[in-house]
């Protein structure tokens, strides 16, 4: 059954429309220019092991309207946000916690539990995607672009590698494991970010997923520092690689 | 003996002074903004195996020039341009072009070669450095950045190791043989970018070159493609980069 988008908040500031929505069970946040009902490329935008109004996904969302006029989705990811957690959900938490305290890598364990939800989540999107183009001022014709890095590339590997109206997308800070074969079937042009010197994700690791990509086009920023010390410039750069794949021009900060 | 600038030709458009000069026997260009005669941040910019008005030197030059206001400065390497080519100079082009017809590596004779011209151009860099200063519309406490590519890399890498004058630079595409150790004397912010599929120097060379860099601050641009491939959006990649660092805004183009 397909679910229509449900408006259930909105306000504006700087520019920038802010639409609480629901599409069936699922809340997600909708941020669109406050100037002119123009049909506009859509960025869905995913968070890392946080929710959809995390200060960096608005952020991110403020950056790619104001920028260049894109609408920017983004939903909660299964037991994130507002959205309850299944036994294995906390199981998997509770498996996480005790690798920490015991000083062992959370490398496999977040492997396997983003892959656990990336199944749940991907049918999500799609749904999501569909109700959004349901939107006048989105439309089924124009270009969509995704930007996840952590746990939302984890999701958005699979993801873009089934949903062909996704065009373009910026991934990042995450391990080949489970996500390299999805990967191979990724040709639309990608910007990839890893850290140097991150102390989780080992290095050959991170390169192993960006050469991955059977993409013609595409682009790895590794820069120096540890695992969330990813400079903030990054965020301009995506700004710029949507802005040159999705077709709109990128208006000064 | 220290060489004053000497100007040799002017000429003017799109809002960019473009002026020939000699430092002793080193001619060079300097690019700067028409309009203001403030001082202004100084780019150091090399060319590989071309000259110093190549197109992508002018090109680059003038979004330095009218994307920050920054003055940029390009000399003709020995042997290249304008200048004498000595008869070891000969006997290395000849080696070139006889691997290049065997289908042999170019690499070990480019590493050797361009190390024998650093050695000849960094003394003649900082002589050209030390002139440009004199000039009221650079002076002795702006900063100074070093963008330079292949060859330009082989001669930025040992003049920026022991120029405490150049506090940012940008290199990229090339061996990290004879360059490494003076890489990790380097401890500015560095942009460095290398071609994902280059036929020349391997990926691991090349990542090699980037992590053996001493920076705090530094960042790599890989893009799929062959050596010559290098996507243009590098080259404003790198303006917004001397931007952040040399303390401009950047202008639309």
Redesign the interface.
Same mark, same amino acid.
């Given at each position: 059954m397909q679910h229509a988008v449900q408006f259930t908040a909105r306000s504006s500031a700087d520019g920038v429309v802010e639409r609480g929505f629901t599409v069936g069970e699922v809340p997600g946040v909708l941020w669109s220019p406050a100037a002119g009902s123009d049909r506009a490329p859509l960025v869905l935008m995913g968070h890392g092991g946080t929710h959809k109004k995390w200060p960096g996904m608005t952020g991110r969302a403020h950056r790619l309207v104001t920028g260049c006029g894109f609408h920017v989705a983004v939903i909660d990811a299964p037991g994130h946000g507002g959205r309850p957690r299944t036994a294995h959900d906390e199981q998997e938490i509770a498996a996480l916690y005790r690798a920490r305290a015991a000083g062992e890598a959370e490398g496999p364990i977040v492997v396997r539990s983003n892959a656990h939800l990336a199944a749940r989540a991907v049918p999500e999107w799609r749904a999501t995607l569909d109700a959004l183009q349901e939107l006048p001022e989105i439309g089924t014709d124009g270009p969509v672009g995704y930007f996840g890095l952590n746990m939302a590339t984890a999701i958005g590997v699979p993801l873009t590698a089934v949903e062909p109206r996704i065009t373009a997308a910026v991934f990042g800070l995450h391990w080949p494991d489970a996500l390299a074969d999805r990967a191979k079937r990724i040709t639309v042009p990608v910007e990839y970010v890893l850290q140097?010197d991150d102390e989780h994700i080992p290095r050959e690791s991170g @390169?192993a997923l !960006?050469?991955a990509f059977a993409? %013609?086009?595409?682009? @790895?920023?590794?820069?120096?520092g540890r695992h969330k010390e990813l400079?903030r !410039?990054e965020a301009d750069?995506a700004v %710029?690689f949507f802005a %040159?794949h999705l077709g709109r021009a990128?208006?000064?900060a």
């Open positions: 140097w @390169l !960006f050469d993409s %013609r086009e595409k682009t @790895l920023h590794a820069n120096a400079p !410039f750069s %710029r %040159r990128v208006s000064p």
